[in-house]
Nanobody, 126 residues
Framework: QVQLVESGGGLVQAGGSLRLSCAAS????????MGWFRQAPGKEREFVAA????????YYGDSVKGRFTISGDNAKIRVYLQMNSLKPEDTAVYYC???????????????????WGQGTQVTVSS
């Protein structure tokens, strides 16, 4: 069982930046593919970014390409989502997700991931 804890959310003005962090409680994230999703009120959960367990491959949703960057630390303890040039439409609860079966399923689909964090709120004001 993997327990994921997100942090780093908050309120920021449009054009600003935030860095989200995701840590696994009591263990490393070695051999896990990792993803970030977001969900705004009244909308479906949306893919934001993902990174393969080796760190060699990254994937981004069209709406965040060129603005967001996913990365992991060398110790495979935390995964980060650097968010730049934030827009009001980025406002959502952001969820970290882990898949213990690397290379299985589509990185873009929530169904690939078997562990989820509780989410952290990101609010971008105009």
């Amino acid at each position: 069982q993997v327990q994921l804890v997100e942090s780093g959310g908050g309120l920021v003005q449009a054009g600003g930046s935030l860095r989200l962090s995701c840590a696994a409680s009591g263990r490393t994230l070695r051999s896990h593919d990792m993803g970030w999703f977001r969900q705004a009120p009244g909308k479906e959960r949306e893919f934001v970014a993902a990174i393969s367990w080796s760190g060699g491959s990254t994937y981004y949703g069209d709406s965040v390409k060129g603005r967001f960057t996913i990365s992991g630390d060398n110790a495979k303890i935390r995964v980060y989502l650097q968010m730049n040039s934030l827009k009001p439409e980025d406002t959502a609860v952001y969820y970290c997700a882990a898949d213990s079966r690397p290379y299985s399923g589509s990185y873009y689909s929530p169904s690939k991931y078997d562990f989820w964090g509780q989410g952290t709120q990101v609010t971008v004001s105009s």
